[in-house]
């Protein structure tokens, strides 16, 4: 019977060990994406968590480090869904707009209805990014504006295109455009041989519109919520959407529509060449008054400002403590299984001697 006991005890101290030898173990090997997409919305100005009113912005600082990391494994599109300026926009936001996108690495741009209240075609003459549009009053006269854009990849071509949502007319003028746009991504499919067809839009696409016009793969909507099958994220910088692009016999697959917040990116590194760019064009901080000296005679002079690389620092410093890592957790979780597993082994060898000592008596 003690033979019994033991070889119960030794089984139940090595199962957890057994565990934390499978944990350590390499995790499976995940596809790598054949494309994968990244897309802002409606930015308005806010590209940097260290302005004013900037707390919950992921920052294109930290997005333009994000895509480079991802890179090293795949090729990947970094889009915006246009309105990068204010409602109201001031003369220097659409400029400083399009430099801090340039330093970012933006690949092509929505062009919306905050912008076309600016010299768009001046900014579209600076921006290393297409500028795309299915306004006709827009694209048709522009020298820097397209209705779409292709990119090659290695064994991938992507299209970008804007597409016109027929919502709010007549049936007839609804029917219309939407044949205009089945045979425009056809022909697109067809002379450029795709493999990849992305959809940016304005207006608020519908399920019944991709049912409508075949062969997008990809839908991004400029106003959330609009179908569950169409990507989009909220404004003002603070989430990025992440979409992972498989392709699969020449299917395009999709794995899931990723929503990401500053939260994932607590402890991110930033990209120092666009968070240079960010405090080029900061905002002057505001001079305080000196209070004069009583005997003083003269005016104090302005107390001097802080350079922007000082205010930057002072605000990593304030950033909240990063969470713990995963591995961490894993490591706690093993050894509050173990105490249990001990715990159980030792209820088990109780009962079992009490059981032997009974029999005995008897």
Same mark, same amino acid.
């Given at each position: 019977?003690?033979?019994?006991?033991?070889?119960?005890?030794?089984?139940?101290?090595?199962?957890?060990?057994?565990?934390?030898?499978?944990?350590?173990?390499?995790?499976?090997?995940?596809?790598?994406?054949?494309?994968?997409?990244?897309?802002?919305?409606?930015?308005?100005?806010?590209?940097?968590?260290?302005?004013?009113?900037?707390?919950?912005?992921?920052?294109?600082?930290?997005?333009?480090?994000?895509?480079? +990391?991802?890179?090293?494994?795949?090729?990947?599109?970094?889009?915006?869904?246009?309105?990068?300026?204010?409602?109201?926009?001031?003369?220097?936001?659409?400029?400083?707009?399009?430099?801090?996108?340039?330093?970012?690495?933006?690949?092509?741009?929505?062009?919306?209805?905050?912008?076309?209240?600016?010299?768009?075609?001046?900014?579209?003459?600076?921006?290393?990014?297409?500028?795309?549009?299915?306004?006709?009053?827009?694209?048709? +006269?522009?020298?820097?504006?397209?209705?779409?854009?292709?990119?090659?990849?290695?064994?991938?071509?992507?299209?970008?295109?804007?597409?016109?949502?027929?919502?709010?007319?007549?049936?007839?003028?609804?029917?219309?455009?939407?044949?205009?746009?089945?045979?425009?991504?056809?022909?697109?499919?067809?002379?450029?041989?795709?493999?990849?067809?992305?959809?940016?839009?304005?207006?608020?696409?519908?399920?019944?519109?991709?049912?409508?016009?075949?062969?997008?793969?990809?839908?991004?909507?400029?106003?959330?919520?609009?179908?569950?099958?169409?990507?989009?994220?909220?404004?003002?910088?603070?989430?990025?959407?992440?979409?992972?692009?498989?392709?699969?016999?020449?299917?395009?697959?999709? +794995?899931?529509?990723?929503?990401?917040?500053?939260?994932?990116?607590?402890?991110?590194?930033?990209?120092?060449?666009?968070?240079?760019?960010?405090?080029?064009?900061?905002?002057?901080?505001?001079?305080?008054?000196?209070?004069?000296?009583?005997?003083?005679?003269?005016?104090?002079?302005?107390?001097?400002?802080?350079?922007?690389?000082?205010?930057?620092?002072?605000?990593?410093?304030?950033?909240?403590?990063?969470?713990?890592?995963?591995?961490? +957790?894993?490591?706690?979780?093993?050894?509050?299984?173990?105490?249990?597993?001990?715990?159980?082994?030792?209820?088990?060898?109780?009962?079992?001697?009490?059981?032997?000592?009974?029999?005995?008596?008897?």
């Amino acid at each position: 019977m003690r033979r019994i006991i033991y070889i119960v005890l030794a089984i139940a101290i090595a199962c957890p060990f057994a565990g934390f030898t499978y944990a350590a173990a390499p995790e499976p090997d995940y596809p790598t994406p054949a494309l994968t997409v990244l897309y802002t919305n409606g930015e308005q100005g806010y590209f940097s968590d260290t302005q004013r009113g900037g707390e919950n912005v992921i920052g294109a600082d930290v997005i333009a480090r994000y895509k480079k +990391n991802l890179e090293e494994t795949r090729p990947v599109l970094l889009l915006s869904m246009g309105n990068i300026v204010p409602l109201i926009p001031k003369g220097r936001d659409g400029q400083r707009a399009i430099d801090i996108m340039n330093a970012a690495g933006y690949d092509a741009m929505l062009v919306a209805n905050n912008e076309q209240k600016l010299d768009i075609e001046a900014l579209a003459e600076t921006a290393n990014f297409v500028m795309i549009s299915d306004d006709e009053n827009v694209y048709v +006269n522009s020298d820097y504006i397209q209705l779409y854009m292709t990119f090659d990849f290695p064994d991938l071509r992507v299209q970008v295109i804007a597409v016109e949502f027929p919502g709010g007319g007549s049936p007839e003028i609804t029917a219309e455009i939407t044949s205009q746009n089945a045979d425009f991504v056809r022909r697109l499919r067809d002379d450029f041989n795709s493999d990849i067809i992305i959809c940016l839009s304005n207006s608020a696409l519908s399920r019944q519109f991709l049912n409508d016009v075949p062969g997008i793969d990809l839908a991004i909507n400029h106003s959330p919520g609009a179908s569950p099958l169409i990507a989009s994220v909220k404004d003002r910088g603070t989430e990025l959407g992440q979409i992972d692009l498989f392709v699969e016999d020449s299917e395009v697959v999709i +794995n899931s529509f990723d929503v990401l917040t500053k939260l994932q990116f607590s402890d991110a590194k930033r990209d120092p060449d666009v968070l240079a760019t960010i405090e080029k064009w900061a905002d002057p901080a505001p001079t305080p008054k000196a209070s004069p000296s009583p005997k003083a005679t003269e005016s104090a002079e302005p107390a001097e400002t802080p350079p922007p690389t000082e205010i930057a620092e002072a605000t990593e410093l304030a950033s909240p403590t990063p969470l713990p890592e995963a591995e961490e +957790n894993a490591d706690n979780s093993q050894v509050f299984i173990l105490v249990i597993v001990l715990v159980a082994a030792a209820v088990i060898v109780t009962t079992i001697s009490v059981v032997v000592n009974k029999r005995k008596k008897r």
